[in-house]
C-alpha cells in the first residue's frame, strides 16, 4: 500500500511538472476494482467517485526588470536633458541605452525658466542627474564612474526598454506678410484676374 501511494505521489508530481503555464485539467476516480486512478484524460462511463481538478501554474509575477536595478532607479533616478544639440546629445542618450539604464528624458526648451534654475543661468546640453548628481556635458568615464556608483548595470538586462527620443517642436508655419496699407483718397487695387 505504501508503495502505491509512492508512486501515486511520483506520477502526481510528474503531472503537476509537466503543465505548461495555463490551466489543465486532472482527473481522480475509483475504477471498477477499487483503485484509485489520476489522469489527464477524462475516466471511463464505469468510474465511481469521479472528481474534475483544474491545475494551474505556479507563476509569480514579477517587476520586468531586476531588483537591484529597480533599487538603482529608486534611489538614484536619472534625467537627462537634451535637445537637438547634435552629436553630443546623441552620444549621451546612446550612452545610457547601450548600458540599459531606465532614464527620464527632458528638454531645456520645454521649462526654460526652471531649467535656468538648474543650471545657475546656464543653458548648456547633455546635462545628466544621476540621483542629486549633475554631470554637465558628455564624458563617457565620467558617466560610467556615476552610473556604476549608483548600480545601474553596464549592459541591458531582459526586460529593459529604451525611452523614446523626444519629438522634436513642430515647425511653425510661415506668417504671409500683411497687405500694405492704402493711402487715403486712393482706390486699392482690384485683385488679379482668374
Request: glycine residues 8%; proline residues 13%.
Amino acid at each position: 500500500m505504501t508503495r502505491i501511494v509512492v508512486l501515486l505521489a511520483v506520477l502526481i508530481s510528474a503531472l503537476m511538472s509537466a503543465v505548461p503555464a495555463q490551466a489543465a485539467q486532472l482527473y481522480r476516480w475509483v475504477d471498477d476494482k477499487g483503485r484509485v486512478e489520476w489522469r489527464d484524460t477524462p475516466p471511463p462511463a464505469n468510474a465511481k467517485k469521479v472528481e474534475r481538478r483544474t491545475i494551474g501554474g505556479s507563476v509569480i509575477e514579477t517587476s520586468t526588470l531586476p531588483y537591484s536595478v529597480q533599487q538603482a532607479v529608486r534611489n538614484f533616478p536619472v534625467t537627462l536633458y537634451v535637445s537637438n544639440c547634435g552629436e553630443g546629445c546623441d552620444k549621451a542618450r546612446a550612452h545610457l541605452v547601450k548600458r540599459g539604464v531606465p532614464f527620464t528624458q527632458k528638454s531645456p526648451q520645454d521649462d526654460v525658466d526652471g531649467y535656468k534654475k538648474l543650471t545657475n543661468g546656464g543653458m548648456e546640453v547633455p546635462l545628466l542627474f544621476v540621483g542629486s548628481e549633475r554631470l554637465r556635458g558628455y564624458e563617457a568615464g565620467a558617466w560610467d564612474n556615476t552610473l556604476d556608483t549608483a548600480g545601474y548595470p553596464r549592459q541591458p538586462v531582459p526586460g529593459y526598454v529604451a525611452p523614446k527620443p523626444a519629438a522634436a517642436p513642430a515647425a511653425k508655419p510661415p506668417v504671409a506678410p500683411a497687405p500694405a496699407p492704402v493711402p487715403e483718397g486712393l482706390q486699392p487695387a482690384p485683385p488679379p484676374a482668374q
